[in-house]
C-alpha cells in the first residue's frame, strides 16, 4: 500500500470473540486485515467499542485470538508459545493511557523504567542509576527524577516516564492505546513531538490509537477506521482524512470534531444514536442503522474493503458504486 | 445579574491557590473556563457551589447567586440550594452514583429527598419524564438498568438528567466530555445547549477541549496556575491577547494541518 517503507506487521483476517451470556459470541473485531509500515505510525480511530483496543490487545497477546495470524519478524507472533513468546514482547511495547494507573506507586523511577530491561537480564543491578539516567534524558526529564516516586510527577512528565519504560527494551513496535488523552493540549503537543523525534532517531513504529480524529490526523501515516470490528476506511500514506475521508461514517465522525475556528451559525452535526451491539451484528453493512445514506444491497450484503484510489480502501456500497 | 464573583480568592489551608476570579453571567448564558490541569478551574466552581474539599475555603471575594450572599451560607442552606438551585454533572456521571443501586431507586430518593411531599410513584415519572427529555430511550429500562450497564454517554445523560431535574438556574458542569468519544461528546455538548435553551439556565462549563468552548460560550475565562489570564467574549479566540491563549489555541490538533513528522 505504500512503496516508501517495508511492511513490518501484517494482521491478517485477525478476529476476536467473546463469549457472551446465553452462548452468544460477541464480535469485537471481524476479519481484520491491516499492514503497518517500519518506522511510521498507523492510527486507528472509531468510537468506543468499536473493536480498536481489543485490535491492538490481541496483537500484544494480551488474550488469544479467535482466528487469523499476526506476521511480524517472518512468523505469526500469535503461535508463539513459552520463551519464544516472552522474548517477542521485548519488540512490541506498549504506552498506556493513564499514567497515573500506570506505575506502581511503591517503586521510584529508576526501578520502573529500569525493570523491563533487569527482567530480561540486559542490565546488572549495579547499572541501574546510569541506565535510569540515560532513559529520562531520552524523554527530556531531568536525570535526578530518578530518585523520585510517580505520584510527585505531573501528568505529562509520568507520560514521558511510560514512553521510557516502554522504549526500555528498543522495541520496533509501540502500541500507545490513547497515549495522550489524559493530558492537555498544550503537554499533549509537547508529548507528541517527543513521539515524533523518537521515531525519527529510532525507526519506531506505531500503532497509535486515538479519538481525538485531529491528533490522529497529525500524527499518522496511515488512519485506519474502524465500526463495530470492522475496517471500514483504510487511508494510506499521501492522503488527508480531513479532505478525502470517503465512508459516510469516516464523514460523520468528520462532522462531530468541534473546531476551534468555528464561524458563526456553522453546526455540529454528531451522528444519532449508539454504536449497535456487538452481540448481534446486522446482515450486511454493519453502519446501515446510523447511515443516512443506506441503500437496499446494504441490508443484504456486507461491503467488501476495495481500493478506491491507489493506498485508499474503503468498504461502502455507495463508494464502491455497488447498486 | 444571576452569579457575580468579585475577586474571588481560594486557599488550601493556609495556601492561596487561585486569585482574582471575576465572573459575571445572566441567564440563558454560557461561559467556559479552559486551561492545563492544575490551573484552578474546577476549584472555582466547587467554590461556587460551595464544595471544596478538604481545608479548602474562600480567603477573600464574594460570591453572590440571585441577589444572595453564597459566603453565609450554612450546611442547611447549601442542602436546599445544591441540586434545586445549582447543580452539577461530572467528568464521568458513573463515579457520582453508587454502583450497586439501580439508576431508577438513586434517581426517586434524590428527588424525594428535595421534594419530600412528593409520592414515590411520582418521583419515579418525573424521573422517566426527565430521562426521556435527554434523548434516552426506554426509560423504564434505564431505571432498572445498574450504572455498570449503561455506557459512558447514556451515564453522562442520566447525569444532566438528575442536574436538571428541579430546573436549576445555574448548572456547573466539571469536564463533563472529556471521557467520551467524538460523536458523544458532540450529542452530550448538544444536550447541554438544549437545556440550557428549554430552561434558560445559566451554565458554567470547565473544560480543556478549547473547540468544544468554541462552540458553546458566550464567554470565556482562560486559567492558569490559578490566575485569570484572559477573559472576554468569543473575540478571545478569534484574536487572543494573550501569549498563554495563544499558546493552547496553538497547540490544538487541527484536522487538515501539517503533520508532525513533516515538521
Same mark, same amino acid.
Given at each position: 500500500?505504500?512503496?516508501?517503507?517495508?511492511?513490518?506487521?501484517?494482521?491478517?483476517?485477525?478476529? @476476536?470473540?467473546?463469549?457472551?451470556?446465553?452462548?452468544?459470541?460477541?464480535?469485537?473485531?471481524?476479519?481484520?486485515?491491516?499492514?503497518?509500515?517500519?518506522?511510521?505510525?498507523?492510527?486507528?480511530?472509531?468510537?468506543?467499542?468499536?473493536?480498536?483496543?481489543?485490535?491492538?490487545?490481541?496483537?500484544?497477546?494480551?488474550?488469544?485470538?479467535?482466528?487469523?495470524?499476526?506476521?511480524?519478524?517472518?512468523?505469526?507472533?500469535?503461535?508463539?508459545?513459552?520463551?519464544?513468546?516472552?522474548?517477542?514482547?521485548?519488540?512490541?511495547?506498549?504506552?498506556?493511557?493513564?499514567?497515573?494507573?500506570?506505575?506502581?506507586?511503591?517503586? @521510584?523511577?529508576?526501578?520502573?523504567?529500569?525493570?523491563?530491561?533487569?527482567?530480561?537480564?540486559?542490565?546488572?543491578?549495579?547499572?541501574?542509576?546510569?541506565?535510569?539516567?540515560?532513559?529520562?534524558?531520552?524523554?527530556?526529564?531531568?536525570?535526578?527524577?530518578?530518585?523520585?516516586?510517580?505520584?510527585?510527577?505531573?501528568?505529562?512528565?509520568?507520560?514521558?516516564?511510560?514512553?521510557?519504560?516502554?522504549?526500555?527494551?528498543?522495541? @520496533?513496535?509501540?502500541?500507545?492505546?490513547?497515549?495522550?488523552?489524559?493530558?492537555?493540549?498544550?503537554?499533549?503537543?509537547?508529548?507528541?513531538?517527543?513521539?515524533?523525534?523518537?521515531?525519527?532517531?529510532?525507526?519506531?513504529?506505531?500503532?497509535?490509537?486515538?479519538?481525538?480524529?485531529?491528533?490522529?490526523?497529525?500524527?499518522?501515516?496511515?488512519?485506519?477506521?474502524?465500526?463495530?470490528?470492522?475496517?471500514?476506511?483504510?487511508?494510506?500514506?499521501?492522503?488527508?482524512?480531513?479532505?478525502?475521508?470517503?465512508?459516510?461514517?469516516?464523514?460523520?465522525?468528520?462532522?462531530?470534531?468541534?473546531?476551534?475556528?468555528?464561524?458563526?451559525?456553522?453546526?455540529?452535526?454528531?451522528?444519532?444514536?449508539?454504536?449497535?451491539?456487538?452481540?448481534?451484528?446486522?446482515?450486511?453493512?454493519?453502519?446501515?442503522?446510523?447511515?443516512?445514506?443506506?441503500?437496499?444491497?446494504?441490508?443484504?450484503?456486507?461491503?467488501?474493503?476495495?481500493?478506491?484510489?491507489?493506498?485508499?480502501?474503503?468498504?461502502?456500497?455507495?463508494?464502491?458504486?455497488?447498486? | 445579574?444571576?452569579?457575580?464573583?468579585?475577586?474571588?480568592?481560594?486557599?488550601?489551608?493556609?495556601?492561596?491557590?487561585?486569585?482574582?476570579?471575576?465572573?459575571?453571567?445572566?441567564?440563558?448564558?454560557?461561559?467556559?473556563?479552559?486551561?492545563?490541569? =492544575?490551573?484552578?478551574?474546577?476549584?472555582?466552581?466547587?467554590?461556587?457551589?460551595?464544595?471544596?474539599?478538604?481545608? #479548602? $475555603?474562600?480567603?477573600?471575594?464574594?460570591?453572590?447567586? =440571585?441577589?444572595?450572599?453564597?459566603?453565609?451560607?450554612?450546611?442547611?442552606?447549601?442542602?436546599?440550594?445544591?441540586?434545586?438551585?445549582?447543580?452539577?454533572?461530572?467528568?464521568?456521571?458513573?463515579?457520582?452514583?453508587?454502583?450497586?443501586?439501580?439508576? #431508577?431507586?438513586?434517581?426517586?430518593?434524590?428527588?424525594?429527598? $428535595?421534594?419530600?411531599?412528593?409520592?414515590?410513584?411520582?418521583?419515579?415519572?418525573?424521573?422517566?419524564?426527565?430521562?426521556?427529555?435527554?434523548?434516552?430511550?426506554?426509560?423504564?429500562?434505564?431505571?432498572?438498568?445498574?450504572?455498570?450497564?449503561?455506557? #459512558?454517554?447514556?451515564?453522562?445523560?442520566?447525569?444532566?438528567?438528575?442536574?436538571?431535574?428541579?430546573? +436549576?438556574?445555574?448548572?456547573?458542569?466539571?469536564? +463533563?466530555?472529556?471521557?467520551?468519544?467524538?460523536?458523544?461528546?458532540?450529542?452530550?455538548?448538544?444536550?447541554?445547549?438544549?437545556?440550557?435553551?428549554?430552561?434558560?439556565?445559566?451554565?458554567?462549563?470547565?473544560? $480543556?477541549?478549547?473547540?468544544?468552548?468554541?462552540?458553546?460560550?458566550?464567554?470565556?475565562?482562560?486559567?492558569?496556575?490559578?490566575?485569570?489570564?484572559?477573559? #472576554?467574549?468569543?473575540?478571545?479566540?478569534?484574536? +487572543?491577547?494573550?501569549?498563554?491563549?495563544?499558546?493552547?489555541?496553538?497547540?490544538?490538533?487541527?484536522?487538515?494541518?501539517?503533520?508532525?513528522?513533516?515538521?
Amino acid at each position: 500500500m505504500n512503496a516508501e517503507a517495508p511492511v513490518i506487521l501484517q494482521i491478517k483476517n485477525l478476529t @476476536k470473540k467473546f463469549a457472551a451470556e446465553g452462548g452468544k459470541m460477541l464480535t469485537a473485531c471481524d476479519n481484520v486485515t491491516l499492514n503497518a509500515y517500519a518506522g511510521q505510525t498507523l492510527g486507528i480511530i472509531g468510537e468506543s467499542g468499536c473493536g480498536k483496543s481489543t485490535l491492538v490487545r490481541t496483537i500484544l497477546q494480551i488474550h488469544p485470538a479467535s482466528g487469523g495470524e499476526v506476521i511480524f519478524d517472518g512468523q505469526d507472533i500469535l503461535k508463539l508459545r513459552g520463551e519464544a513468546a516472552r522474548q517477542n514482547r521485548r519488540k512490541i511495547q506498549m504506552v498506556f493511557q493513564d499514567p497515573a494507573a500506570a506505575f506502581n506507586p511503591k517503586m @521510584k523511577v529508576k526501578e520502573i523504567v529500569c525493570e523491563p530491561l533487569l527482567n530480561f537480564g540486559l542490565i546488572k543491578k549495579s547499572e541501574v542509576d546510569t541506565k535510569a539516567a540515560e532513559l529520562l534524558r531520552m524523554v527530556e526529564l531531568p536525570e535526578d527524577f530518578k530518585d523520585r516516586y510517580p505520584h510527585n510527577m505531573s501528568g505529562g512528565q509520568r507520560q514521558r516516564l511510560g514512553i521510557a519504560r516502554a522504549l526500555s527494551l528498543e522495541p @520496533k513496535i509501540v502500541v500507545c492505546d490513547e497515549a495522550t488523552s489524559a493530558l492537555d493540549v498544550s503537554v499533549q503537543e509537547k508529548i507528541c513531538e517527543l513521539l515524533v523525534r523518537l521515531q525519527k532517531e529510532k525507526g519506531i513504529t506505531y500503532l497509535f490509537i486515538c479519538h481525538d480524529l485531529g491528533l490522529v490526523d497529525l500524527m499518522c501515516h496511515q488512519i485506519a477506521v474502524m465500526y463495530l470490528g470492522n475496517i471500514v476506511e483504510y487511508i494510506g500514506y499521501g492522503r488527508r482524512i480531513s479532505t478525502e475521508g470517503m465512508h459516510p461514517y469516516t464523514k460523520a465522525l468528520m462532522k462531530s470534531v468541534f473546531k476551534v475556528d468555528f464561524k458563526p451559525g456553522e453546526k455540529i452535526e454528531p451522528l444519532e444514536s449508539e454504536i449497535p451491539s456487538p452481540l448481534d451484528l446486522p446482515k450486511g453493512c454493519p453502519f446501515q442503522s446510523r447511515c443516512g445514506q443506506c441503500m437496499e444491497i446494504c441490508r443484504s450484503e456486507k461491503p467488501e474493503l476495495k481500493e478506491v484510489v491507489p493506498g485508499h480502501f474503503v468498504a461502502c456500497h455507495l463508494v464502491n458504486g455497488n447498486f | 445579574m444571576l452569579l457575580d464573583v468579585k475577586n474571588l480568592d481560594i486557599s488550601y489551608g493556609s495556601k492561596l491557590t487561585v486569585s482574582g476570579v471575576n465572573i459575571q453571567l445572566d441567564k440563558g448564558e454560557i461561559l467556559s473556563i479552559v486551561g492545563e490541569s =492544575g490551573s484552578g478551574k474546577t476549584t472555582v466552581i466547587r467554590a461556587v457551589m460551595g464544595c471544596l474539599p478538604g481545608r #479548602g $475555603h474562600v480567603s477573600g471575594g464574594s460570591i453572590t447567586f =440571585g441577589g444572595r450572599d453564597m459566603l453565609k451560607n450554612t450546611r442547611e442552606d447549601w442542602r436546599k440550594i445544591s441540586g434545586s438551585e445549582m447543580s452539577m454533572i461530572f467528568q464521568d456521571s458513573g463515579n457520582m452514583i453508587n454502583p450497586i443501586r439501580r439508576i #431508577g431507586e438513586q434517581f426517586t430518593d434524590y428527588i424525594l429527598a $428535595h421534594a419530600p411531599q412528593k409520592s414515590k410513584a411520582e418521583a419515579a415519572e418525573m424521573a422517566k419524564d426527565m430521562l426521556n427529555k435527554v434523548r434516552l430511550p426506554n426509560p423504564q429500562n434505564i431505571m432498572n438498568s445498574y450504572p455498570f450497564e449503561l455506557s #459512558g454517554g447514556m451515564r453522562q445523560r442520566v447525569g444532566i438528567a438528575m442536574a436538571m431535574i428541579f430546573s +436549576p438556574k445555574l448548572l456547573l458542569a466539571d469536564e +463533563p466530555t472529556s471521557a467520551l468519544d467524538v460523536t458523544t461528546q458532540a450529542q452530550i455538548i448538544r444536550q447541554i445547549v438544549d437545556v440550557r435553551n428549554e430552561y434558560n439556565a445559566a451554565v458554567i462549563l470547565v473544560t $480543556h477541549n478549547i473547540g468544544v468552548a468554541s462552540y458553546v460560550s458566550n464567554k470565556l475565562i482562560v486559567m492558569k496556575n490559578g490566575h485569570v489570564v484572559e477573559s #472576554g467574549g468569543r473575540e478571545i479566540i478569534e484574536n +487572543p491577547q494573550h501569549a498563554y491563549t495563544k499558546e493552547l489555541l496553538a497547540a490544538v490538533p487541527v484536522l487538515g494541518d501539517k503533520k508532525y513528522y513533516e515538521r
